[in-house]
Structures are given as C-alpha cells and as structure tokens.
C-alpha cells in the first residue's frame, strides 16, 4: 500500500528519510498513515531538530490522548451514535474516524493545519468512514450534540478553548494528559486510561495517563 503522495512528501521535507506506513492501533481496529517507528530509532541531525520544532508532524502521530478517546468511543457509542459531532484540533483524524465507526450522523474534522485535514481525508479513506472538513472552529454554526477533542491542552494558552467548546456543540468531551491542575466548572472527570503516543516517544510515564472531562452547556 502506497502512502499519500502529499503526506509523505510533506515529511520528507522535515525528514528525508522518513516513511509513513499504515499502522493498525493497538487496541482499536482503527488503521493510519504514520511514521515508521524505524524513523524514531536513530539520532537526530542539528536541522531536523530544528524543522521538526518549528513545523511538528503532529498528524504522523496518533498521541495517547487520542487513542484513548477513540478507544473510548468504540466502547461507549451511545456517545456519539446519530449525533452531529466535531472533532476539535483532529490531527491524524484517530478520533473523528472513531465516531464515524461508532454511528455518529455527522462528523466534522476541524484543524488548523492543511496538512493535518489531508492527513484526515486520507485516513477516513484507508478506514472507508466518510468524514466532513473546516479549517475554522469559529466559522461553524452552534448545531453540533458533542465537541470531541483529544491533545490541545499541551499548552495552557489553550484552556480557554474549554469554554468556546460550549459555543457550538451542547456538550464536550475531551482527552487530555497534560494538565495536572485540570479545574473548570463546567466539566467533571469521567476517570482514567493508559495508552502511549504511536508510534511510541517513549515519553515521560505521567504523559500515558489520559483522563477524560464531560462538560454539558448550562443552557442546554
């Protein structure tokens, strides 16, 4: 199986040597477009750090707080089955193509990164799920039963994201393993799982405990 053209040019220029692969996650029987994990097993140069610090790859990557969330909802699907869901900072698409899995009516994979939406259109294809695009958070109508999100709160620049979650969907569900102090009112913690980014970093044992937060608009 060949990968997508774009995707994989797009990775040759941060890394030359590097391949993606379509990789069954553990867990899931969810498939994607990642790099090899032969990538990840060899010293980096100077300028490939750099590259990779200024434009990550996050989309050749399925983070543990999304595999979480899409393991979640493929055991829970009354979360999302015949609901209008969007998929907050998709990435790769792991999560919006597990709510397409589990029945949802409509889902929307939104993200900034053109690349990261190519990345989304080419998983979705690779699990025969039929997804929708934007670009802007913001330019979507209030019309959406549940915001999934998985992996935004990296930087706490984002926590404000908690509250406009609420702007256009009634309730939100998000997957995070950053945020030790995690405290909004809005959103109660539903508990906690294990999962590691794949291919695995081999990042810091705290990062592989996900937990998941419910939130639900006041005014319904």
Known sequence: ???????????????????LSATALPGSDIQLWLIDAQNMDRAFSPEETRRILEEPP?????????????RWLAEN????RGKRVLDFGAGSGVVA?????AGAREV????????????????AALNEVELSYSADFFAEADRFDLIIVADV?????NLPLLDQFLSRGRQALVADSRVRDFNHPLYIRLGQMEASTWPDLAEPAEFRHVSLYHAERLNG
């Open 1 to 19: 199986m060949t990968a997508p053209a774009a995707l994989q040019g797009a990775l040759n220029e941060l890394l030359g040597d590097a391949q």
């Open 58 to 70: 996050y989309w050749s990557f399925c983070w543990a707080s999304g595999l979480v969330l899409a």
């Open 77 to 80: 699907p009354e979360w999302v």
């Open 97 to 101: 193509i597990a709510a397409a899995k």
């Open 108 to 123: 929307v994979a939104c993200d900034l990164d053109p690349l990261a939406l190519a990345a989304c259109r080419a998983n």
């Open 153 to 157: 709160l990296y930087d706490r620049a």
